[in-house]
């Protein structure tokens, strides 16, 4: 074959390639974006702050609980409690503020929270909150960066579930990662 063909079709299946691959990347975001918006469901209509006081868990491995009990003054408290890594975190009260977006959602702002479920340096930061220098963090319902230097931000989002108060409180994701933990209500 001429070298004139021998180009031509190498640069036919370089084109075809790189559209092969560039298809199966916009395939795997309209997958991750359906993922997310199973999660990212519309607040009750009758949602108020009142609906954020109480206890709420999570649990990031087989046997730790990550609990946070929120007062209706303004204030919370975190317990995290992993006996696999001989790991057990009180904190003292502490304020949280509830910040209503454009976008339907809302994010509780919980200052000075530690960030459990990550690597110990995460947890461990005096102030709480995350090394935004870091760690990148997306608010996956609005996609968008979310920074939290000294405090935790959850979303509020509604849920699909059957907690009580038809809410989830959803941690933001760590950019890179598909893992979206949450908060579910406990009954008293």
Not at 19 to 48: G, M
Not at 68 to 77: E, L, P, Q, R
Not at 104 to 128: I, N, T
Not at 149 to 157: K, Q
Request: glycine fraction near 6%; proline fraction near 3%; charge should be negative.
């Amino acid at each position: 074959m001429p070298i004139r063909i021998i180009r031509h079709m190498r640069t036919r299946i370089a084109l075809i390639l790189l559209l092969n691959l560039f298809l199966i990347a916009c395939i795997n975001q309209v997958e991750d974006d359906k993922r997310y918006d199973q999660l990212c469901l519309d607040l009750p209509e009758t949602f108020s702050p009142d609906d954020l006081l109480g206890t709420w868990v999570a649990s990031y491995s087989l046997n730790d609980i990550d609990t946070i009990i929120i007062n209706a003054d303004g204030t919370y408290k975190q317990i995290y409690d992993d006996p696999d890594a001989d790991l057990f975190y009180e904190s003292d009260w502490a304020d949280w503020t509830i910040e209503f977006r454009e976008s339907g959602y809302a994010r509780l702002h919980l200052k000075g929270m530690k960030r459990a479920g990550e690597d110990a340096s995460v947890f461990e930061r005096v102030d709480g909150g995350v090394d935004s220098e870091l760690y990148t963090f997306i608010d996956y319902c609005e996609n968008e960066v979310v920074e939290m230097p000294n405090e935790i931000i959850l979303i509020v989002t509604g849920s699909s579930n059957d907690n009580p108060r038809g809410i989830a409180l959803r941690h933001v994701r760590l950019a890179g990662s598909d893992w979206t933990w949450s908060f579910r209500y406990l009954e008293e």
